[in-house]
């Protein structure tokens, strides 16, 4: 049982490339998060799913689009990378009880160090 | 987070000592306030959390209270240790979205 684990764990991109970064759980979650956090500061929302096929804006999302073609995977891209997009990323997912509303811990990935020169 | 504000930012306690970290919140229909833990170059982790039909918590050295009425939630560190020292996040969950406070670096000294 891995857990959620991201792809790469680091990554150095020059301004203007594109790249995805990938989160993979095998926890059978619905909900899947995408934060940045950078130095000094907390983690904001960029992106979240709450199934297969939905994704939504989350605090910053400007710069970055998502996908959620299948359950256990939620893939960040970056169509054009500026040096604003330099920080840590982290995925966490989370499982539903109840009512459908985010209520359970969620789970988070190591991370992916990302600097765009 | 837009929705959570987290104080202090830093702080600093001589082992032993209790630690308060306070978060407040304008949405009302708020009804998940989890708490988490991040060491240094790892990734956060729960240590608590509290849902909104409840108003006190506790976990051997660690407790969090909620206020509805007010707005706020705290995380309380007792008789604390070395292995304390950390970022700490209060989150917020209203709906599907899950947001985080700007986050307390504590730092235990002995």
């Known amino acids: 049982n891995a857990g959620v684990t991201q792809t790469p764990k680091f990554r150095v991109l020059k301004t203007g490339q594109s790249m995805t970064l990938l989160c993979a759980q095998d926890m059978n979650h619905e909900y899947m998060y995408w934060y940045r956090q950078d130095p000094g500061m907390g983690l904001r929302l960029i992106h979240y799913s709450v199934g297969e096929g939905t994704t939504a804006k989350g605090e910053v999302p400007d710069g970055y689009n998502v996908s959620r073609l299948k359950k256990q995977n939620f893939l960040l891209g970056l169509e054009s990378a500026a040096p604003s997009q330099t920080s840590v990323y982290f995925c966490?997912?989370?499982?539903?009880?109840?009512?459908?509303?985010?209520?359970?811990?969620?789970?988070f990935g190591q991370g992916t160090r990302l600097t765009v020169v | 987070g837009e929705n959570v504000e987290q104080h202090p930012s830093t702080l600093s306690v001589q082992e032993g000592d209790s630690a308060v970290i306070k978060c407040t919140y304008s949405?009302?229909?708020?009804?998940?306030f989890p708490w988490y833990k991040q060491e240094l170059g790892k990734r956060p982790q729960l240590i608590i959390d509290?849902?909104?039909?409840?108003g006190e918590k506790k976990d051997q050295r660690i407790a969090v209270t909620l206020n509805k009425t007010a707005k706020h939630f705290s995380l309380h560190i007792t008789e604390t240790q070395p292995e304390d020292s950390a970022v700490y996040f209060c989150g917020l969950a209203a709906g599907n979205k899950l947001t985080f406070g700007g986050g307390t670096r504590v730092l235990v000294k002995p």
């Open positions: 966490a997912s989370s499982y539903v009880r109840g009512q459908g509303t985010m209520n359970t811990e969620a789970f």
């Open positions: 949405d009302s229909a708020s009804n998940y």
């Open positions: 509290i849902r909104s039909n409840v």
